[in-house]
């Protein structure tokens, strides 16, 4: 619906194989374009997505609106050196593992706030910039994206997690 931004999730089965790099460049083309854009670091407990805009750690991050639940989505929205862009932060220095044994009813905030975020926030797109691997949440935010981009390199352990990560995601829409 012409409410909801565009989803953008970029993913893969390996970590190092240049998702965040893409999530930022990607995120800033768009902006430049002329459109708002909200990125997610959404690689919880190694969130590295914020260093891609030349920012240090923010004080601020998804673990603020997730798990302490100290901060709405709005206060965790920080703006990059890309105008037209904002960043949420992955809260790296969280345990998630409690967080994340709830399954996907715990992110429900935040689907919540992504859905209302056209008409709250003004954001025409967010990228998701998911963590390496096949955990839950982590298909999940990849199969509701509009657009999904599997980030691989061409090495035998990028290309063999990549197409773990694919036939995975492929089994969990059957």
Same mark, same amino acid.
């Given at each position: 619906?012409?409410?909801?931004?565009?989803?953008?999730?970029?993913?893969?089965?390996?970590?190092?194989?240049?998702?965040?790099?893409?999530?930022?460049?990607?995120?800033?083309?768009?902006?430049?374009?002329?459109?708002?854009?909200?990125?997610?670091?959404?690689? *919880?407990?190694?969130?590295? &997505?914020?260093?891609?805009?030349?920012?240090?750690?923010?004080?601020?991050? &998804?673990?603020?609106?997730?798990?302490?639940?100290?901060?709405?989505?709005?206060?965790? &929205?920080?703006?990059?050196?890309?105008?037209?862009?904002? *960043?949420?932060?992955?809260?790296?220095?969280?345990?998630?593992?409690?967080? &994340?044994?709830?399954?996907?009813?715990?992110?429900?905030?935040?689907?919540?706030?992504?859905?209302?975020?056209?008409?709250?926030?003004?954001?025409?797109?967010?990228?998701?910039?998911?963590?390496?691997?096949?955990?839950?949440?982590?298909?999940?935010?990849?199969?509701?994206?509009?657009?999904?981009?599997?980030?691989? *390199?061409?090495?035998?352990?990028?290309?063999?997690?990549?197409?773990?990560?694919?036939?995975?995601?492929?089994?969990?829409?059957?």
């Amino acid at each position: 619906t012409p409410e909801v931004p565009t989803f953008i999730a970029v993913g893969g089965g390996k970590g190092g194989v240049a998702k965040s790099i893409v999530s930022a460049n990607i995120s800033a083309k768009l902006a430049q374009a002329g459109f708002r854009v909200i990125v997610i670091d959404l690689d *919880l407990g190694c969130s590295n &997505l914020h260093t891609h805009y030349g920012i240090s750690m923010p004080k601020v991050s &998804l673990a603020d609106f997730l798990l302490t639940k100290t901060k709405s989505f709005n206060e965790i &929205l920080i703006p990059t050196t890309v105008a037209g862009t904002r *960043l949420i932060a992955g809260g790296r220095d969280y345990n998630w593992n409690e967080f &994340l044994k709830g399954g996907a009813a715990n992110f429900k905030p935040l689907w919540d706030a992504m859905f209302r975020a056209k008409v709250d926030l003004g954001a025409d797109f967010i990228v998701l910039d998911l963590g390496a691997g096949t955990s839950e949440h982590t298909l999940d935010f990849f199969s509701a994206a509009h657009l999904g981009i599997t980030a691989v *390199l061409p090495e035998p352990t990028s290309v063999e997690n990549a197409y773990v990560f694919a036939k995975t995601h492929l089994f969990n829409l059957i």
